[in-house]
């Protein structure tokens, strides 16, 4: 595709629940990274993927989230358990790695935990 | 790992003021820091980047510094415009594979004409 694409853009889901976030990484970037985004505030790390392995799972914040890659291209990201404070905004992001490290972003999720 | 500390956290500047964003990192492997732009309500966007073998690079209005041996870089926007106002992100890695992109806290540059 053109660029790095998510879905859904919105989810709204209640406490408890599992919910599953999607990202297409532009085709042939190999490196891919998930990122959350709270109210105002910054870019906080949870996985990079480099093909189908995932070298630094550091960010994840519990082991509530899980995240895996296929094929090397698409990317779901899976909160378990749902609590109020996963509320946020699920940004994914790819690039070529490591002949171009530009990284390109999608539009994110928000998540909302009710 | 790697850790990336941004500083200020809000900056208000009037038109036509430069702007200076800073930001320290930990990783004295991390060679490769670009610097993102996130407007209000978009993703973010790459505006410019610096890698370990250069002290500083320029692009029109915008310019990036880094001083390895401190381990901190810097982004310059000069003449500013009401259209920079955003968050701005900095950035480290390795630019090697098997490493993952870790961003400061952000700074919302705010541009009053």
């Known amino acids: 595709g053109a660029g790095v694409s998510q879905s859904p853009s919105n989810k709204v889901t209640e406490k408890g629940k599992d919910v599953e976030l999607r990202c297409d990484p532009i085709s042939g970037h190999t490196a891919l990274y998930w990122y959350r985004q709270s109210l105002g505030q910054g870019l906080e790390f949870l996985i990079y993927f480099q093909g189908n392995s995932a070298p630094d799972k550091s960010g994840l914040p519990s082991d509530r989230f899980s995240a895996e890659r296929t094929g090397g291209s698409v990317s779901t990201l899976t909160i378990q358990r749902t609590q109020q404070e996963d509320s946020a905004v699920y940004l994914c992001?790819?690039?070529?790695?490591?002949?171009?490290?530009?990284?390109?972003f999608g539009q994110g999720t928000r998540l909302t935990v009710v | 790992g790697e850790n990336v500390e941004q500083h200020p956290s809000t900056l208000s500047v009037q038109e036509g003021d430069s702007a200076v964003i800073k930001c320290t990192y930990s990783?004295?492997?991390?060679?490769?820091f670009p610097w993102y732009k996130q407007e209000l309500g978009k993703r973010p966007q790459l505006i410019i980047d610096?890698?370990?073998?250069?002290g500083e690079k320029k692009d029109q209005r915008i310019a990036v510094t880094l001083n390895k041996t401190a381990k901190h870089f810097s982004l310059h926007i000069t003449e500013t415009q009401p259209e920079d106002s955003a968050v701005y992100f900095c950035a480290a890695r390795r630019y090697q594979a098997g490493t993952a992109l870790i961003f400061g806290k952000g700074t919302t540059l705010s541009v009053s004409s």
């Open positions: 610096i890698r370990s073998n250069v």
């Open positions: 990783d004295s492997a991390s060679n490769y």
């Open positions: 992001a790819s690039s070529f790695d490591p002949a171009s490290a530009e990284a390109f």
